[in-house]
T-cell receptor, first 116, second 113 residues
């Protein structure tokens, strides 16, 4: 069964460093998402991406964050200058269609980011 | 402000028993409601998805209901198994915010032998 994959599974970085989290969505999906989950808290929406541009973003997704689809398979989340509060599990998800058409979102296993 | 409230926050049941989890939402206008199961340290896995025209949907031992008038949903788990121990998350999407979903805090279910 097709699945969303994410690398690395765990990333440790020092405050102020740039990190890139990578995701490979399911191949025929057109909509891509990033979410984060701080330990012990609920999942929070960061950004959605369609047709090579951001379609929606939350207030969390400030200028320190960017997303890119550098080729036909990868979808990346970049944090330019990490802060301690960026420590969280980051989930990538993909779907065939937008939420408004109620298509399923399939989540990856997550990347645990630890900022020291 | 769009909100999703889940209850109870946590629940402990014995293996083989049934349970029902609740979700109330204020997301408007409503597009769809999804229930996810999330094991510790893993990504959420979809259980059911319902639009406003659906009031019940089953997936094996999981049955979700939706009352769009009262903005309430429930997830019923029958004949619980130890592997059902997880967090169950209610997620509601609005069709004015394409791609943006509001997550509940989840209900942590523990099934004991």
């Amino acid at each position: 069964e097709p699945e969303v994959t994410q690398t690395p599974s765990h990333q440790v970085t020092q405050m102020g460093q740039e990190v890139i989290l990578r995701c490979v969505p399911i191949s025929n999906h057109l909509y891509f998402y990033w979410y984060r989950q701080i330990l012990g808290q609920k999942v929070e929406f960061l950004v959605s991406f369609y047709n090579n541009e951001i379609s929606e973003k939350s207030e969390i997704f400030d200028d320190q964050f960017s997303v890119e689809r550098p080729d036909g398979s990868n979808f990346t989340l970049k944090i330019r200058s990490t802060k301690l509060e960026d420590s969280a599990m980051y989930f990538c998800a993909s779907s065939e269609r937008k939420d408004i058409l109620s298509y399923e979102q399939y989540f990856g296993p997550g990347t645990r980011l630890t900022v020291t | 402000k769009n909100q999703v409230e889940q209850s109870p926050q946590s629940l402990i049941i014995l293996e083989g028993k049934n349970c029902t989890l609740q979700c109330n939402y204020t997301v408007s206008p409503f597009s769809n409601l999804r229930w996810y199961k999330q094991d510790t340290g893993r990504g959420p896995v979809s259980l059911t998805i319902m639009t406003f025209s659906e009031n019940t949907k089953s997936n094996g031992r999981y049955t979700a209901t939706l009352d769009a008038d009262t903005k309430q949903s429930s997830l019923h788990i029958t004949a619980s198994q130890l592997s059902d121990s997880a967090s169950y998350i209610c997620v509601v999407s609005s069709n004015t915010n394409a791609g943006k979903s509001t997550f509940g805090d989840g209900t942590t279910l523990t099934v004991k032998p």
